[in-house]
């Protein structure tokens, strides 16, 4: 059930809160695009602005579990790793 239903339109449903926006009941695509994320409101704006930082967060969170998994490994299996960083191999 929508949680605006019995709302008429063009109420106001709240503020965006990464920019203030007025997030109304519409058929606006700001208003329409909106979420409701753990109780922050996110106008559509915000939401498409933040495309690229979440793919790029996306990318680097991929990484790191790779990387970490890989440490994983050569731990289990030789008691030491290579640091990606420094090249060295270091003890666990």
Known sequence: MDENEFMHEGG???RCSICSYKI???KGWQDTASINKQGKKVCGAC???LINPAKRAEKLYAKTVKLTGKKE???EKHGIWVNPETGRIERA
């Open 12 to 14: 106001l449903i709240g």
């Open 24 to 26: 109304r009941k519409s």
């Open 47 to 49: 939401l498409y602005e």
């Open 73 to 75: 490994q050569q731990i």
